[in-house]
């Protein structure tokens, strides 16, 4: 999100005028403060594509990234899961029959589901966040991150 | 008998050979279609995989028959390709001269029910969806 900030006074009240750029989104803030003991009187005014301008306010935009992020780090984990058990079987630590077992018994500490279908929305979303994290070099790496269904991630990439 | 080349053709086999000059081993996943735990492997540069053998009749659910190929020989052709190997262990890649032009190429024997997809590259992909976000404004 950018964001420019200029700070005016008049009257013995300070003004704060920000502009934040979000994609799809624009909002002008002006922020009155009088004194510090008053609390900050705020007035916006936005344009935006959609709903963006409501769902940032309101945190839903938030919410749903910080959502998205909070299982991508649960599929790493199960990746992560899967590679040392397959060590521990390497390794001799444990048997065959043990490592089925174990993936049978708690299939959702080392198996990633890819079940989410793709639309246009959340796979912006997920191409913005993934930026921020190691190794997202493909499709593939998208859709083990976010749960996507990479079916429907070629479909939209296939979209007119 | 085929030979795709467009993304998203898939084929899926009883048994399938192939080769690569690139390949990571992605862990285990869930695959969307036949609900079953496969390991995926992320093939990259010149990548070919082709039937050898068909799947049974009953491995089929009613998505793979109309959605994807089937027959013995037909083969995809791209940069990249992802596969999906009914198996929770890690098959083993050889790696072969003179295969992929002048290069040297690691080739894959799966003796397991293999889906294999030619997938686009993220950067495609990325593209495309600022394009449809453009033309949605």
């Not at chain 2, 036949?34 to 491995?59: F, G, P, Q």
């Not at chain 2, 659910?61 to 190997?85: M, P, T």
Request: aromatic share 8%.
């Amino acid at each position: 999100m950018g964001k420019e900030t200029s700070k005016y006074q008049a009257n013995s009240r300070d003004f704060e005028v920000t502009e934040y750029i979000t994609e799809g989104c624009v909002i002008h803030t002006v922020a009155l403060s009088s004194s510090i003991d008053k609390p900050k009187v705020h007035i916006s005014f936005s344009y935006s594509n959609d709903n963006e301008y409501v769902d940032i306010i309101s945190g839903k935009s938030y919410e749903e990234a910080l959502n998205m992020m909070i299982k991508a780090v649960n599929n790493r984990t199960r990746e992560r899961n899967y590679f040392k058990l397959y060590i521990n079987l390497l390794d001799g630590s444990m048997t065959d029959e043990e490592f089925d077992q174990e993936i049978e018994v708690n299939e959702n500490n080392y198996i990633v589901n890819e079940t989410e279908m793709a639309n246009l929305h959340r796979v912006s979303l997920a191409l913005q966040l993934s930026k921020h994290i190691m190794n997202v070099d493909s499709i593939n790496d998208l859709s083990s991150l976010f749960s996507f269904n990479p079916n429907s991630l070629e479909q939209l990439a296939l979209e007119q | 008998m085929a030979k795709l080349i467009n993304s998203g053709d898939t084929i899926i086999g009883k048994h399938t050979d192939g080769h690569t000059r690139k390949w990571n081993w992605k862990g285990l996943k869930k695959h969307p279609v036949l609900n079953r735990n496969m390991t995926l492997y992320e093939c990259t540069l010149n990548s070919y995989a082709e039937i050898v053998k068909e799947c049974e009749i009953e491995d089929l659910n009613d998505e793979c028959k109309e959605k994807y190929n089937h027959k013995l020989g037909d083969c995809l052709e791209a940069f990249a390709i992802s596969i999906y190997v009914d198996s929770k262990r890690k098959y083993n890649f050889s790696v072969e001269a003179g295969i992929s032009g002048r290069h040297k190429a690691s080739t894959f024997s799966f003796r397991d029910l293999s889906v294999c997809s030619i997938t686009t590259p993220l950067s495609n992909l990325e593209k495309h969806i600022k394009l449809l976000e453009q033309g949605k404004n």
